[in-house]
């Protein structure tokens, strides 16, 4: 198993881009999240979902977008990227219930 | 008052010391805890849950006391290898995610 996988690993983007960063897991895992981690702060989360087609607000979703169309995919679309956002970001997935959540490598995001 | 506290240290200490850590959460109604480990520009992995009656996993030692709404990590015979970020996470009742990750704290074992 590759566990949870994302792409890219890096990405500079100009103010009012947007893109999409990709999250992948291959352990039929429901649930899967989105994190941000920003320095002096502990990741917070911005949007997961409990199984395709279902999909549900963390604490920091304005400037996102998320679908999940499929039981293994959960991209993360950013609308209109701001400085603001220049982050690492997170996926995470795991078994619904379960206790430990297994993490993809990040993206780290720069927004100039 | 935020959700789940930390000291973000860093903690210098030297190889082969006892080191501990504790993490205070707000949150009454929390259900589950867990310690985290992170390595400098990697994702987090789970390092251990964190059980009422406390727990143990080689060298390190997890302890819960609701009462006083505290979590605590024990190291002993501290090696270089432990040097990283321990993420205190607690999870609320409820709901599909309610995890809250503390800023964590910085360790770095020394020769």
């Known amino acids: 198993n590759a566990g949870v996988t994302q792409t890219p690993k890096f990405q500079v983007l100009k103010t009012g881009q947007s893109m999409t960063l990709q999250c992948a897991q291959d352990?039929?895992?429901?649930?899967m999240s989105w994190y941000r981690q920003d320095p002096g702060m502990g990741l917070r989360l911005i949007h997961y979902?409990?199984?395709?087609?279902?999909?549900d607000q963390g604490e920091v979703p304005n400037g996102y977008n998320v679908s999940r169309s499929t039981t293994e995919d959960f991209p993360l679309r950013l609308l209109s990227a701001a400085p603001s956002q220049t982050s690492v970001y997170f996926c995470?997935?795991?078994?619904?219930?379960?206790?430990?959540?297994?993490f993809g490598p990040g993206t780290r995001l720069t927004v100039t | 008052r935020k959700e789940v506290e930390q000291d973000p240290g860093p903690f210098n200490v030297p190889e082969g010391a006892t080191v501990a850590f504790n993490c205070t959460y707000s949150?009454?109604?929390?259900?589950?805890f867990f310690w985290y480990r992170q390595d400098c520009r990697k994702e987090p992995k789970l390092l251990m849950s964190?059980?009422?009656s406390g727990n143990e996993d080689g060298r390190f030692t997890a302890q819960l006391n609701r009462a006083s709404q505290y979590i605590s990590l024990l190291i002993r015979d501290s090696k270089l290898s432990d040097s990283a970020t321990y993420l205190c996470?607690?999870?609320?009742?409820?709901?599909?995610?309610?995890?809250?990750f503390g800023k964590g704290t910085h360790l770095i074992i020394q020769p």
């Open positions: 995470a997935s795991r078994i619904q219930g379960a206790r430990e959540q297994y």
């Open positions: 964190v059980y009422s």
């Open positions: 949150n009454s109604a929390s259900q589950s």
């Open positions: 352990m039929n895992h429901e649930y």
């Open positions: 996470v607690v999870k609320a009742g409820g709901g599909a995610d309610g995890l809250t």
């Open positions: 979902s409990v199984g395709a087609g279902i999909t």
